[in-house]
T-cell receptor, first 115, second 113 residues
Framework: AQTVTQSQPEMSVQEAETVTLSCTYD???????LFWYKQPPSRQMILVIR??????QNATENRFSVNFQKAAKSFSLKISDSQLGDAAMYFC????????????FGPGTSLSVIP | DAGVIQSPRHEVTEMGQEVTLRCKPI?????LFWYRQTMMRGLELLIY????????DSGMPEDRFSAKMPNASFSTLKIQPSEPRDSAVYFC???????????FGAGTRLSVL
């Protein structure tokens, strides 16, 4: 069974600085999706970025980018020029392409942004 | 589109009462998912539907939980009778096709006293 681990329960970053959130996963599959979701205090789960495992190029979305290391099964999220609105829980998630309906979430990392 | 709509946002009830949570998926989406989020267990998939048909309910904790999707635009998650350990945030999500992004509602925070 697939698992997703986020080893940093809490992180903080100074406004305008860069922070990296870690995620590792375990799978025997070769093709799959990885996601980062953001959950602000409003509780809404918002998709931040998505990566397909067969694509070697790291996904980017404005200030958000990932470092996808397939061999190491690592999928970290880098937030550049951090803003106060980035403060939230961040969840790393895995989605198989064979048992394709289910998404497996990590335990989350709480990010604080210091003004 | 207004996104996935859940109601109510907050529900407080007493142990033993029936609780019904509601979800309206994004129009045109054919997959609907119910999740539960707790501090102890994180985000867990309870059940999901494809074209209104329940596909996998293996995540439903016990018989007190039931979910229905009478049509493409509405789903309910019912707990009867409710217990304090059911206190959690319940999310509904929908997607177009199995491989596409799941869009989440704002969740319902349930407190069972």
């Amino acid at each position: 069974a697939q698992t997703v681990t986020q080893s940093q329960p809490e992180m903080s970053v100074q406004e305008a600085e860069t922070v990296t959130l870690s995620c590792t996963y375990d799978t025997s599959e070769s093709d799959y999706y990885l996601f980062w979701y953001k959950q602000p205090p409003s509780r809404q789960m918002i998709l931040v970025i998505r990566q397909e495992a067969y694509k070697q190029q790291n996904a980017t979305e404005n200030r958000f980018s990932v470092n996808f290391q397939k061999a190491a099964k690592s999928f970290s999220l880098k937030i550049s020029d951090s803003q106060l609105g980035d403060a939230a829980m961040y969840f790393c998630a895995y989605r198989s392409k064979t048992s394709y309906d289910k998404v497996i979430f990590g335990p989350g990392t709480s990010l604080s942004v210091i003004p | 589109d207004a996104g996935v709509i859940q109601s109510p946002r907050h529900e407080v009830t007493e142990m033993g009462q029936e609780v019904t949570l509601r979800c309206k998926p994004i129009s045109g989406h054919d997959y609907l998912f119910w999740y539960r989020q707790t501090m102890m267990r994180g985000l867990e998939l309870l059940i999901y539907f494809n074209n209104n048909v329940p596909i996998d309910d293996s995540g439903m904790p016990e018989d007190r939980f039931s979910a229905k999707m009478p049509n493409a635009s509405f789903s309910t998650l019912k707990i009867q009778p409710s217990e304090p350990r059911d206190s959690a945030v319940y999310f509904c999500a929908s997607s177009l096709g199995p491989l596409n992004i799941q869009y989440f509602g704002a969740g319902t925070r349930l407190s069972v006293l």
